[in-house]
Every structure is written in structure tokens, then in C-alpha cells.
């Protein structure tokens, strides 16, 4: 049954022993864990299958069978043949295709690998120089966990569409060339273009050659790691947009792709234009339900975006999402906390509206000259009644909160400074002081009341709040 090959016995601590009999076969050519074995103790790697499932003449008596029938087939040769002992069953984890959900089959497979030590090495330098910080500093663990322990990249890809790898196999003539499988020689050089592609081969093996561009395209991990620059012109370096926004400044992303395609960019930018592609790494959280498990179909806790605009408005939707946890952290989306948000937003609808009920019929003039007050010094302030002065001395404080909280990245904290004076200081206590004053018959009578009659509490209230500020 074996075609008249032996089996070697080994031993290794990859097997572990308190698993069934404690005797594990090895298939360097099928399986990953398999053939790092077999690399180590010196095992020949067989492949027995073709690409569409089949067996091949590697699999002796069962070549030409699918792989479903030969497992099927080779069972009932071994117990007819009495080499079976018993019969056992037990779950394992079987790999399946995300697209088709076909059962995926490890192959041994010739693929295009980027050595990636030296793109690694300037990478880390750069996070532990400074050059670039990452936002929370806590993922910059992660970020040298992943590059100094960094393997060498498989960046070839058997997909019909991405950008192709940039090699060309060389041949002798159009008939060789022809002959190869898939156009694959031996010979072949790495180049920018067809053009230079021909002029190295022409260099290293004389006039005359037939080059063939390897099928195959790049990761997509690979590809959008150029992204910084390539959208920018490169590798022309004489591209106006290159020089002028390249380095970019702020790069925004979810943590959980901080290998997968932060990493990449910065290798990919020290390595092919000498500078790092930003000097920050924001990282966001992840959007899970509100009980904080991941959304996945199975579970039906998906919420869909569009649905919850329709119900809520979109306002609502980016209010939530830009302020609902802090950088790093997943969001548990609650749709409670959208709801808050949709009265947010409804209030300052009614604030605006209020505000723009009392402007009309004023003129472009009129316009024009409310668009020019300044109230940044307190002298711009003579004149103003109690309550005017007490809200631009909060919101001159609302404005270095929310700009110091931009500045170190706190979009949540700024959200919420946001959330309380609009809702609290400016609609509940400023806007309606003002229509106080607007809808009363005497105007002036009721400013003077405010000022004198609750003097005592608003001015304890203003000086708390830094009525003096300038």
C-alpha cells in the first residue's frame, strides 16, 4: 500500500503525547506544522494531490481519484487488509475556503517571498526614536512584538486581479517559452518595467531572450502599503503632490490592523522613500454589540448602519461613534446611547432654530456686523448683561477644554465637554435666559430683575465659571 516506500519513526516535542496514542503521522507536503518537522529532522516533502482535489501518481494506486474518494478507499484497503485497530470519532478543526466554504488543502507550493529583517530593523527605529508615536502607547508592544519577530513575507497571490509581481522569467527562445508551465524558468530578474526588466537579462545572459511576467499578483497587504505615496505620484520623486504632501501627518485606523497594514506602511515608506509615511498613529477600537461581543450573522447581532440612520439620523450615528469610547478601546454600540444622541442633536436644532427665529428681517448690513463681533478681550464685553458675560466666559473655557483635548487626540473627553455646555450652559440655562428677556413686554425691567434679584447666585455662579477671563 505504501508503493515500496518505508516510514521513518521520529520523535519530536511538537507531538503531544496525552493526545490519542500519542503517535502523530507527518505530512511535510500537506500540512504547515508538518513540514517545519520535517525541515528540522531532514523528512523528504511529497506532494500527492493536484491543484483541482485529485490525486497524483505521487498517491501510487489511488492516482486520479478526488481526495474525498481516495480517504474513503484507502480506509477500506486498511481494514480489509487488517491494519485497522479501531475506530474512533472525535471533532477537529477543518479549514474552509471564506468565499465557497470548500475545504482548503495545504499544499507545498512555489510563491514570491520579500526578506523583511532589513525593512524591520528602520521600522523599529523610527517608534523607538520617536519619529512616529502610536496612540495608546500601550500598542507599541505590539508593534515590536510583531516586527522583531518578523518572518520572511509570501506576498505572491493566485488571484485574477491586484498588481503583478514585478518579475519576468527569462528564455532562451518563443518555443521555450511557450513549453513552460505557466511561462516559469529558472532564469529571471526583478524590475520596474518590461523595458528594464529586458536590459538586466540582456546583461546577465546576452541578446536575444523571451521574457514572461509572473501571473501572479501581490498581496493586497503589499499593495496597500504603498498607498502613502503611490497615491501621491510616486515612484515619480519629482511629483508635485509627492512633494508636497508626503510625509503625511496623521494616519487614523483600527488597532486590530496594526501589523497587517500600519507596519507595512511604514516599512514600505522608510524602505522606498527614505521617510516615514506619518509622525502619529491614531488607533480606534472595534464596534461590537452592546454586550460587547463581536457582530457576526450567526449570532444576529449585527446592527446595520443604514438602519440606524433611518431611525436616528446620521448626526446622531457620528456623534456616538466619535465620542463613545477612548482610543484603543472597542465601542459596545448601544443603541440607548444613540437615542441620547439623536436628543442632543434635536436640541441644538431647536437652539439653532430659536437663534435664527429672532434674525429675521435683518439685513445683509446687520448681518454682516454680527458675523465681525469679537468677543476675545473683556473690554468687547462693556454693555453686555449678566448672562452674556457669563456664557462667553464658560465658552472661552469650553474652547481651550476642546482644543487641548484635540491636541492629545481625546476625542471622547472633547465630545462629552461638547455635549455638556451645549446642552447644559448654552440650551437649558443661556437660551432661555434669553427668550425671557426677548418675549417680555418690558425688556429692560426684566434685565434689571435678573441682575438684582438673582445677583446674589449669578455671581457666585460667574465667578466660579472665570467671569474675569479676557
Not at 478601546?329 to 430659536?354: C, E, H, I
Not at 425691567?445 to 472665570?466: F, L, N, P
Amino acid at each position: 500500500m505504501s508503493g515500496g516506500r518505508t516510514v521513518p519513526v521520529i520523535a519530536d516535542d511538537y507531538v503531544d503525547m496525552e493526545f490519542g496514542t500519542g503517535a502523530l503521522k507527518i505530512t511535510p507536503g500537506h500540512d504547515p506544522n508538518d513540514y517545519e518537522i520535517g525541515k528540522r529532522v531532514g523528512l523528504e516533502t511529497i506532494n500527492i494531490m493536484n491543484k483541482d482535489g485529485s490525486l497524483n501518481e505521487a498517491a501510487g494506486a489511488y492516482a486520479g481519484l478526488d481526495r474525498f474518494d481516495a480517504r474513503q478507499r484507502l480506509w477500506q484497503d486498511m481494514e480489509a487488509a487488517g491494519l485497522v485497530i479501531k475506530k474512533e470519532s472525535y471533532s477537529t478543526r477543518v479549514p474552509r475556503s471564506q468565499r465557497g466554504g470548500e475545504v482548503v488543502e495545504p499544499l507545498v507550493s512555489e510563491q514570491w517571498f520579500v526578506r523583511m529583517a532589513p525593512l524591520a530593523e528602520p521600522a523599529l527605529a523610527a517608534v523607538a526614536d520617536g519619529s512616529i508615536k502610536i496612540m495608546p502607547e500601550r500598542f507599541e508592544k505590539i508593534y515590536n512584538m510583531w516586527l522583531e519577530n518578523i518572518k520572511d513575507w509570501c506576498v505572491s497571490r493566485q488571484l485574477w486581479w491586484g498588481h503583478r509581481i514585478p518579475v519576468w522569467y527569462v528564455h532562451s527562445s518563443q518555443a521555450d517559452a511557450d513549453a513552460a508551465e505557466e511561462g516559469r524558468s529558472d532564469r529571471y530578474v526583478v524590475a520596474r518595467s518590461a523595458a528594464e526588466a529586458a536590459d538586466k537579462a540582456a546583461a546577465q545572459w546576452g541578446p536575444g531572450l523571451v521574457l514572461m511576467q509572473e501571473p501572479d499578483v501581490l498581496d493586497t497587504w503589499f499593495s496597500s502599503g504603498l498607498w502613502p505615496f503611490s497615491t501621491l505620484g510616486w515612484p515619480n520623486t519629482t511629483a508635485a503632490d509627492l512633494k508636497q504632501f508626503y510625509p503625511t501627518q496623521v494616519l487614523e485606523t483600527g488597532h486590530d490592523i496594526l501589523f497587517f497594514w500600519v507596519a507595512r506602511m511604514i516599512m514600505m515608506g522608510i524602505g522606498l522613500t527614505g521617510q516615514a509615511p506619518f509622525h502619529t498613529v491614531y488607533l480606534h477600537g472595534l464596534v461590537r454589540d452592546d454586550k460587547g461581543r463581536k457582530m457576526s450573522k450567526s449570532l444576529g447581532n449585527v446592527v446595520d448602519p443604514l438602519d440606524v440612520l433611518a431611525q436616528y439620523g446620521t448626526d446622531a450615528l457620528r456623534f456616538t461613534m466619535a465620542t463613545g469610547t477612548t482610543a484603543g478601546q472597542d465601542l459596545n454600540l448601544s443603541l440607548d446611547r444613540v437615542n441620547s444622541n439623536r436628543n442632543f442633536t434635536n436640541k441644538l436644532w431647536n437652539a439653532g432654530k430659536f437663534i435664527l427665529f429672532q434674525l429675521e428681517g435683518v439685513s445683509d448690513e446687520e448681518w454682516q456686523q454680527l458675523s465681525a463681533a469679537d468677543f476675545s478681550s473683556s473690554d468687547s464685553w462693556q454693555g453686555l448683561s449678566l448672562s452674556d458675560k457669563w456664557v462667553l466666559s464658560s465658552l472661552h473655557q469650553l474652547v481651550d477644554q476642546v482644543t487641548s483635548c484635540q491636541e492629545r487626540f481625546d476625542f471622547n473627553e472633547a465630545g462629552q465637554a461638547l455635549y455638556s455646555w451645549a446642552w447644559g450652559e448654552f440650551a437649558d440655562w443661556y437660551v432661555e435666559a434669553s427668550k425671557a428677556r426677548m418675549y417680555s413686554v418690558n425688556s429692560s425691567s426684566v434685565s434689571s430683575a435678573e441682575d438684582t434679584a438673582g445677583g446674589g447666585a449669578a455671581s457666585s455662579d460667574c465667578q466660579a465659571a472665570g467671569i474675569t477671563r479676557g
